[in-house]
């Protein structure tokens, strides 16, 4: 028998996000990001689900390369653009749309030559001071681009580092259309928390990621509420039993020990699969769809669950670790990180089931 572990991906989840998605957009296109193998859900599968995009953002030459094969002809945006001048025909044999984001990278495309016309991304810095051009070089790169015979459009855009906290998006967006005014250009700026939460934040492109997987980008609202369906449930199942007496203890370090005499679940679930080993004590999961907690450390193939609240559980009792019913992005904040780590760190070793 094979182990119980396994993560499900349903396609009518990532079909439906993508609908919450588009009524928010406005009429805006969508880039769905499906960066780190579309976060953990499978690149090609996720794309296949997400057909009705109308483009797909992402980061590696390889990746573009392989859904090229698979027979996608949507746009394709890189969103780290080119790394070196010998990618340049990369995306022109590929057909991609290279994000500009350094002087360096304008340099390379400047001095090469496009057997084909380019659609090019102008990233602006507009103060997460991670990627992008500095708002005084803008205009230049502009003009740079426009009289390149090889690229037939730049879109302006730029990325947001608060849309989900408490700043928000005003400051940036200012920057951005300032940055902006007067270029004949269209706009991409929305990543899943601007477009949720910033209609102000539209353009004529737009670029969600996680909701897609549904999951909320916000910590303070979740995905329920924003009307999203969660693409990955991970499931295992109960494969021991130990009978705690009080003061008994659990686990690597003993970091934990029974505060009466309890029965402890063992799931066939670790961090060696990608559960976060950082989830102390007392994070969620479901026992036959009852709620109950870890205790002890998560080692890297099993973890352990306190049975009080599910007294009929056993050998073979089934446990979902975080999706249906359970989100991903409430096991993320017990164990100090987010959803989108979850799910882009889900291991190769678990076996994944397609859903309808
Ligand atoms: C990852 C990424 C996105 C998507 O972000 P979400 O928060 O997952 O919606 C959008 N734009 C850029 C530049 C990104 O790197």
Redesign the pocket.
Known sequence: MPRPLHATIRGGALRHNLGVARRHAAGAEI?A?V?ANG?GHGLERTVRALGEADGF?MLDFQEAARLRSAGVRKPILL?EGIFQPADVPALCELDLTP?IHSAEQLAMLGAARLDRPLDVYLKINTGMNR?GLPVGDVRAAWNTLAAHPGVRSVTL?T?FAD??GREGVAEQLACFERAAQGLQAARCVA???A?LRYPEARGDWV??????YGCS?FPDQDAVVLGLQPAMTLSSEIIGVQRLRRGDRVGYGFTYAAKSDTTLGVVACGYGDGYPRHAPTGTPVLVAGQRATTVGRVSMDLLCVDLTAVPAARVGTPVTLWGDGLSADEVAAHAGTVS?QLLCGLAPRVPVVEAP
């Open positions: 880039w990001v960066k976060y953002a969103l994000v990627l855009m990325h849309a989900d990543n899943s928390a477009l670029r969600p990621g996680i909701m897609l980008p989108y």
